[in-house]
């Protein structure tokens, strides 16, 4: 019975995995979220920054090291939402096989 209990913790944990998944697929074709995060943040402002480096009012120490920490949190935000995705994928196919091996427990116990 204990392994019937991880398995359904397992699948409780894929399923909001797929959630948020499929709730950040949503946001991602919202016209809004496409034009402030997609393209304003993680595109046009990532560009900025990297124009900025080269600036020459931006040379000295302390600009640079805001501008890498503006590039930095560009690439954690980026990453946070391909993380989300990704793992969204990864419970889908585990989800499944979850399911068919809580189906097979339940099956042999009765």
């Keep these: 019975m204990d392994m019937l209990k ?5 699948i409780a944990d894929y399923e909001l995995d797929v959630k948020h998944a499929e709730a950040l697929s949503r946001l ?8 402030i995060i ?4 993680l595109r046009e402002e990532a560009i900025n920054m990297v124009l900025a480096k080269g600036q020459q009012g931006c040379q ?5 090291a805001r501008i890498t920490s503006c590039i930095d949190a560009i690439g ?9 995705t990704a793992a969204g994928y ?4 585990k989800l499944a096989q ?12 009765s």
């Design 6 to 10: 991880q398995i359904d913790a397992d």
């Design 28 to 35: 991602g074709s919202n016209p809004d979220f496409k034009l």
């Design 38 to 41: 997609t393209d304003g943040y």
């Design 60 to 64: 000295d120490p302390v600009s640079q």
């Design 76 to 84: 954690v935000l980026g990453a946070f939402l391909n993380g989300i």
């Design 90 to 93: 990864a419970a889908s196919d």
């Design 98 to 109: 979850c399911n068919l091996t809580r189906a097979e427990i339940i099956q042999e116990d």
